[in-house]
């Protein structure tokens, strides 16, 4: 059964321009208000997949910043401090208007922006993979958990930590998965058989469509861009449309890739692709040229519909 996060008021963002392409948009430039336009979206705010980005700085790390039914949350906060801040700036994001904060995984390139979002914006939910480097539940960190109040870490007082998929709003989940493959690229091909696995836990975030689609969103996939494809898919229990964010295909061979793109495609059912971050630019290419039309680019300041 999936349990609803009580409603409230949440704030607005307005965010820059209007695009419409075969049902995901992308869009730069131009402004639009709120008051106008309901369309849910998503912004890139930090990311080392960019062109064309005018002031913002590109740099390895990911955060996105999206509008969803009226709410404002926050996916990831990039690598420094200062260049979160600094991108939100130029792109226009106000960032003490999120109402809901997201953290992937506990990798310092998507956690470090988090320190600013805190010093403006103290009434913000955030929620954490179940880590007990985060200050989440573990049996290894039990006598820290004595000493130190859960999210110590941040010492942020509104944090729930995340163990299993849940809906913290309607139509807003967070699919939990635990990674095997976690850490740098020895853990990977050729290596990929190496004891060296620190199950890593790590949330990535659904969205449901008023048109029934489902948007995905990843920060780094050390579970496996598939495997948080079809966890996503049982429990919520629609196909998964539009798959963004990092696939983390650096490490993997050009057909490793492709057979995974060909997997996403035919036989789970996702119909659009932004893959950016971890992803790396080779495979990148390859799922550009793999879903064509439907590949949209989503590197460093650009918007998509959702």
């Known amino acids: 059964m999936r349990k609803n996060y009580h409603r409230r008021e949440f704030l607005q963002l307005s965010l820059a321009g209007l695009a419409t392409l075969a049902g995901c948009g992308e869009f730069r430039g131009g402004t639009l208000d709120d008051k106008i336009t309901s369309k849910n979206q998503i912004l890139n705010l930090y990311d080392n997949i960019a062109k064309d980005t005018g002031e913002a700085i590109s740099d390895w790390g990911f955060s996105a910043l999206i509008r969803y039914n009226g709410k404002t949350i926050l996916f990831d906060a990039g690598t420094f401090p200062d260049i979160f801040k600094h991108n939100a700036k130029v792109l226009g994001a106000d960032l003490t208007m999120v109402d809901i904060a997201i953290l992937s995984h506990i990798h310092p390139d998507?956690?470090?922006?988090?320190?600013?979002?805190?010093?403006?914006?103290?009434d913000f939910k955030l929620f954490l993979p179940n880590d007990g480097n985060l200050g989440g539940k573990d049996e290894f960190y039990a006598?820290?958990?004595?000493?130190?109040?859960?999210?110590?870490?941040?010492r942020h007082p509104n944090t729930e930590f995340v163990e299993e998929c849940t809906e913290i709003a309607p139509?807003?989940?967070?699919?939990?998965?635990?990674?095997?493959l976690a850490?740098?690229?020895?853990?990977?091909?050729?290596?990929?058989?190496?004891?060296?696995?620190?199950?890593?836990?790590?949330?990535?975030?659904?969205?449901?469509?008023?048109?029934?689609?489902?948007?995905?969103?990843?920060?780094?996939?050390?579970?496996?861009?598939?495997?948080?494809i079809k966890k996503t898919r049982k429990y919520i229990g629609k196909n998964v449309s539009l798959v963004v964010g990092g696939?983390?295909?650096?490490?993997?061979?050009?057909?490793?890739?492709?057979?995974i793109a060909r997997l996403m495609k035919d036989e789970l059912g996702v119909k659009y692709v932004a893959p950016t971050h971890c992803t790396g630019e080779k495979a990148i290419a390859i799922f550009k040229e793999f879903y064509k039309e439907d590949f949209?680019?989503?590197?460093?300041?650009?918007?998509?519909?959702?």
């Open 183 to 228: 850490g740098g690229f020895w853990k990977y091909p050729p290596y990929e058989n190496e004891p060296l696995f620190i199950e890593m836990p790590e949330l990535s975030l659904a969205l449901e469509g008023k048109d029934g689609q489902v948007s995905l969103i990843s920060g780094c996939s050390h579970s496996k861009i598939e495997e948080i």
């Open 171 to 180: 139509g807003v989940v967070l699919v939990a998965t635990t990674s095997p």
């Open 110 to 122: 998507h956690i470090g922006g988090l320190d600013y979002l805190l010093k403006i914006n103290p």
């Open 247 to 259: 696939f983390h295909h650096l490490p993997y061979s050009s057909e490793y890739v492709y057979n």
């Open 296 to 306: 949209h680019y989503f590197g460093l300041g650009t918007k998509l519909l959702l």
């Open 143 to 154: 006598e820290m958990d004595k000493k130190y109040a859960r999210g110590y870490l941040y």
